[in-house]
């Protein structure tokens, strides 16, 4: 598998611009084409309308969506037009509620989305959501980009957060193209199950996984020494210099998440390094 067709979401200029030089990295490195949907979110909520309220008012916040969408197009188009790669831009307009929709119809057809940090000082209430729909409406994996670093063509040094989950394979399974052109690879198994097959050899099966795939990884296994399993993770990373995170996205609910917390939302709150994930 390559990643021949990536996309690139753009709902705010100045949040989105290190994700849209990842995603030219990350085409000429993979010879791919690029995608960029340029998106004019309509924040109106329209419950908050009183009962006199006409379809004139509801016309305009979507005719300025549609402005804010084709300034972007322009913005992303003077960027591009100086790139070698091959690229093409779209502009879409939706209700912060029906964003799902719009994403997935063209996150399904991409072998890798290429998102900003959905949460931070000064990020637009859409991005989260976005996140989220490339992930579980369009059944993308998804690489978030942080708000600060310079754009790799590759990722050298690679830690997979592994729990055994389905996500977490899925996210393995995803990320092979990266994997096998790192130059490093860790397997890090935060406190693993007592019981189960694997308790003798946690993360065993998965590297002789990624042998058979001319992945050499090594085996790093750490207890919870840390409130979260998230600052366990993020201080690894740290500890090793990596410049990527695979892990699964979302074991638990997105509601749950949302309201207690996760390991999902946790990285992607406070990690620093890019994170590839899946679903």
């Known amino acids: 598998m390559a990643y021949k067709s990536l996309l690139c979401v753009i709902s705010d200029w100045d949040h989105c611009q290190p994700a849209l030089a990842q995603s030219v990295s990350l085409a000429k490195s993979e010879?791919?084409?690029?995608?960029?949907?340029?998106?004019?979110?309509d924040l109106t909520q329209v419950t908050s309308y009183y009962a006199g309220a006409n379809a004139v008012i509801l016309q305009e916040t979507i005719s300025r969506a549609m402005i804010y969408a084709d300034n972007l197009k322009e913005q992303v188009q003077g960027m591009l037009k100086h790139e070698t790669v091959r690229w093409s831009t779209f502009t879409s307009v939706?209700?912060?509620?029906d964003l799902g929709r719009h994403i997935a119809a063209r996150s399904r057809f991409s072998d890798l989305?290429?998102?900003?940090?959905?949460?931070?000082?000064?990020?637009?209430?859409?991005?989260?959501?976005?996140t989220e729909a490339a992930l579980f409406e369009?059944?993308?994996?998804v690489l978030v980009v942080p708000?600060?670093?310079?754009p790799s063509l590759g990722p050298q040094r690679v830690v997979i957060g592994?729990?055994?989950?389905?996500?977490?394979?899925?996210?393995?399974?995803?990320?092979?193209?990266?994997?096998?052109?790192?130059?490093?690879?860790?397997?890090?198994?935060?406190d693993p199950p007592v019981h189960g097959p694997n308790r003798a050899d946690p993360g065993g099966m998965l590297s002789q996984y990624l042998a058979r795939h001319g992945v050499t990884a090594e085996i790093t296994v750490l207890s919870k020494t840390l409130?979260?399993?998230?600052?366990?993770?993020?201080?690894?990373?740290?500890?090793?210099?990596?410049?990527?995170?695979?892990?699964?996205?979302?074991?638990?609910?997105?509601?749950?998440?949302a309201?207690?917390?996760?390991?999902?939302?946790?990285?992607?709150?406070?990690?620093?390094?890019?994170l590839f994930l899946a679903h």
């Not at 729990?163 to 198994?189: D, F, G």
């Not at 409130?227 to 509601?255: E, F, K, N, T, W």
């Not at 309201?259 to 890019?274: H, N, S, V, W, Y």
Request: charged share 25%; glycine share 8%; proline share 7%.
């Open 31 to 41: 010879d791919a084409h690029l995608e960029v949907l340029c998106l004019g979110v």
């Open 94 to 97: 939706a209700a912060l509620a």
């Open 113 to 130: 989305v290429v998102l900003p940090h959905p949460y931070g000082d000064d990020v637009g209430p859409e991005h989260e959501p976005v």
């Open 138 to 141: 369009g059944r993308a994996p």
């Open 147 to 150: 708000n600060k670093g310079e």
């Open 162 to 190: 592994w729990n055994e989950s389905a996500e977490a394979m899925a996210a393995v399974r995803a990320s092979l193209p990266a994997l096998k052109r790192a130059s490093w690879v860790n397997i890090t198994v935060i």
């Open 227 to 257: 409130p979260r399993v998230s600052d366990v993770l993020i201080r690894h990373v740290i500890d090793c210099q990596a410049d990527l995170i695979v892990m699964g996205a979302y074991g638990h609910s997105r509601l749950r998440e």
């Open 259 to 274: 309201i207690f917390g996760g390991a999902t939302r946790d990285m992607l709150e406070e990690a620093k390094a890019p």
